[in-house]
């Protein structure tokens, strides 16, 4: 287990699938298990696709996709 702090804050993290890590390491959670040890620009792409999302869900209409989700289109 592991403190982790990301986009909601500070959480404990089952890190059982991937081991111990150094601290700073970026990890991805899903459901308070680390999945995957992630590059800060993997984590930085990840974040922009979340707010991306949060932003449609809003309702907004004028979308600038290629800030939310870099390389796709």
């Given at each position: 287990?592991?403190i ?11 890190m ?14 899903f459901?308070?298990s680390?999945?995957e040890v992630?590059t ?7 974040n922009?696709?979340?707010d991306?999302?949060?932003v ?8 600038d996709?290629?800030?939310?989700f870099?390389?796709?289109?």
């Amino acid at each position: 287990m592991a403190i982790c702090r990301g986009r909601n804050g500070e959480e404990q993290v089952n890190m059982m699938l991937i081991g111990a890590q150094p601290e700073g390491s970026w990890v991805l959670n899903f459901l308070g298990s680390a999945r995957e040890v992630l590059t800060e620009q993997d984590a930085i792409n990840i974040n922009k696709a979340l707010d991306g999302l949060s932003v449609i869900m809003s309702g907004e209409e004028d979308i600038d996709i290629e800030h939310y989700f870099p390389g796709v289109t």
